[in-house]
């Protein structure tokens, strides 16, 4: 028997003393051990018995090895660090494979075989394993976080659409359903349309009426109602096709706020513009809106009034929807509610805006929208829609709060 002796010294001063001795039946021990910067680290004692049946026997007793150490596999950690001692770059089996080089060529086909089928179980089993924690894991967090159906559930807060845009959109699909568009013209206006194309020319005293606030010298302003929008859309259709337009928006007046007025507030102007138009086609179409709003039992009337841009103006009615015309202090002990302003367009503010008279006649309205919801919600002070207190919207939530 020989026994040989080596020292190496590798390029990261390890030293490493490798003892090793051949029989006859070529089996080798070797002995390994290593010190790092002097202090020994790992000591690595290998036995392999390579050739016959003693290197089948290593492969088995490494098999045997892991079979028992995996069936104490529990916790994922254990799983992780048998993986490492088996499959990693060190360990037993990938050691094993190393080995192959010193293995006797006739002898290599049945370690190669062998070995991959230890790799192949300890593969398997711990895929399987890792699967059977994973569902434990799962299963065991599943059961601890049981819901109790029986608690009360968290409130949710669902909100309310703005009681005025709601009253706008109810109006915009009336009035789309009689064919009409649905039109938005600006907030900051010009003279030249809120007043001078409405027939409202400068020094004229209809315009105190309307005073607004001014932008730049006295050509810009704060829309002070929506017909300027008639205007716009009759300059944009050239005087060659009928018009049915609602133009819903928001407009601003110097007024001081009470209970009844805003500086700033909703309107919804109409227009029809066609050929053959009358007061009479004014009258069915108000008749529609107001019973589509306040209920079919409401009767309307029309009271002669004077706007400059209509002629004849009235100022619409409807019968009171509160007391049925008795008398109450909704409709002041009238019977009667204003809630809109209309007229047939003038044929002055039709020529200046590009309609023939001879040949176009129309008809225009302008509901103030608070007015509207108020009437039909119930609210007594106009002022609410714009003190942003969200207990206003409560009886409109979709759902109210626990
Ligand atoms: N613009 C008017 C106002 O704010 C309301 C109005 C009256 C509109 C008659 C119209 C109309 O279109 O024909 O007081």
Not at 50 to 55: A, D, R, T
Not at 63 to 75: G, L, P, R, V
Not at 358 to 383: P, Q, S
Request: proline content about 4%.
């Amino acid at each position: 028997m020989v026994i040989t002796y080596e020292f190496t010294l590798e390029p990261d001063n390890n030293k490493v003393i490798t003892y090793s001795y051949v029989t006859r039946d070529k089996c080798i021990v070797i002995y390994e051990s290593r010190w790092y910067h002097g202090k020994k680290f790992a000591l690595e004692f290998i036995v392999f018995l390579l050739g016959g049946i003693k290197m089948i026997e290593k492969v088995n007793e490494i098999k045997k090895e892991f079979e028992k150490t995996s069936s104490m596999i529990t916790d994922m950690k254990t799983l992780n660090d048998i993986r490492i001692e088996y499959l990693g770059k060190q360990g037993k089996v990938t050691e094993l494979s190393k080995l192959m080089k010193d293995v006797p060529n006739e002898d290599k086909k049945e370690f190669g075989m062998l070995v991959n089928d230890v790799r192949t179980i300890v593969t398997n089993t711990l895929d399987s394993k890792k699967e059977e924690i994973e569902t434990k894991e799962l299963n065991e967090k599943l059961s601890k976080e049981k819901i109790d159906i029986t608690l009360p559930a968290t409130s949710v807060k669902c909100g309310a659409p703005n009681i005025l845009e709601k009253v706008v959109e109810d109006m915009e699909s009336l009035f789309m359903s009689m064919g009409y568009d649905v039109i938005e013209g600006p907030e900051i206006e010009e003279d030249l349309y809120n007043f001078e194309l409405l027939n409202l020319p400068k020094g004229h005293p209809a315009r105190d009426s309307q005073d607004t606030f001014y932008l730049e010298g006295d050509k810009i302003l704060l829309r002070s109602h929506t017909s300027p929008v008639q205007a716009r859309v009759m300059l944009e259709g050239k005087g060659q096709k009928p018009i049915r337009m609602v133009c819903p928006g928001k407009t601003y007046r110097r007024d001081d706020d009470d209970a009844t007025h805003s500086h700033q507030f909703m309107q919804i102007e109409g227009l029809l513009i066609d050929e053959n138009v009358t007061l009479a086609d004014l009258k069915g179409t108000f008749d529609v809106a107001a019973k589509h709003l306040f209920g079919e039992d409401c009767v309307t009337r029309f009271r002669p009034s004077y706007y400059p841009f209509t002629e004849p103006s009235v100022e619409t009615d409807i019968s009171c929807f509160s007391c049925k015309g008795k008398g109450c202090p909704i409709c002041k002990n009238t019977g009667w509610i204003t809630i809109s302003g209309a007229g047939v367009v003038n044929p002055k503010v039709l020529q200046m805006c590009g309609y023939d008279p001879k040949k176009w006649h129309g008809f225009a309205f302008g509901f103030g929208l608070e007015r509207v919801a108020m009437l039909k919600y119930g609210i007594n002070d106009l002022r609410a829609f714009y003190l942003t207190d969200l207990r206003q919207n409560k009886p409109f939530d979709r759902k109210e709060d626990k």
